[in-house]
């Protein structure tokens, strides 16, 4: 019982000194986590630093991976393709307003971009999102028949099982 207690004061002591240096190393990290690696645009202004090559570079890379790797397929493509094409030609305004549109819900920016939905005044004033919304929609058009998609301002996917209760349709499950 004794060893049991001994082990156990032990565990306890290497997880408080654990605990005490995670949270040092948190506070040596906050000063560069908060100016170089965040990425968010809640009213605070992100550093954008094109002083040298290195920095450039990392930021490019940065964004070019948040619009690549967004998880929803589509924006993937559209995002990624279209950051990949004009980043090296952005200004500083611009990479904010890039920021912005990557800090923006998946589901929403994709209905907002191919015209599923109207988009908020402060989004449709984005010039980023403007430039990738008349990309996309002149892709659309064309590339896609007008009779394959849904009117302006409604949904484009109804759901799998439409025809549920009517003649001749499932009447239970996806059938």
């Known amino acids: 019982m004794a060893t049991l207690r001994r082990a156990l004061f032990r565990l306890h002591q290497t997880l408080d000194l654990s605990a005490n240096s995670f949270r040092a190393s948190q506070s040596l990290l906050r000063p560069h986590l908060g100016s170089v690696s965040r990425f968010y645009s809640d009213g605070r202004s992100i550093e954008v630093d094109f002083s040298n090559e290195e920095s450039k570079r990392r930021l490019y890379n940065r964004l070019l991976y948040r619009s690549k790797q ?3 397929l589509e924006l993937d493509l559209v995002l990624g393709n279209w950051v990949e094409e004009n980043i090296r030609s952005m200004d500083e305004l611009r990479i904010k307003a ?4 990557l800090d923006l819900e998946n589901p929403d920016l994709w209905k907002w971009l191919t015209g599923q939905e109207q988009p908020p005044e402060a989004v449709n004033n984005n ?3 403007t430039a990738v ?3 996309v ?3 659309l058009n064309n590339h896609a028949a007008p009779e394959t ?3 302006p301002g409604q949904p484009w996917v109804r759901g ?3 025809k549920r209760g009517l003649d001749g349709g499932p009447k239970y499950g996806n059938q």
């Open 127 to 129: 010039p980023v999102f």
């Open 133 to 135: 919304r008349s990309k």
């Open 137 to 139: 929609m002149d892709n």
């Open 70 to 72: 967004r998880g929803f």
């Open 98 to 101: 890039l920021v912005d549109v």
């Open 149 to 151: 998609r849904s009117s």
């Open 160 to 162: 799998w099982d439409d």
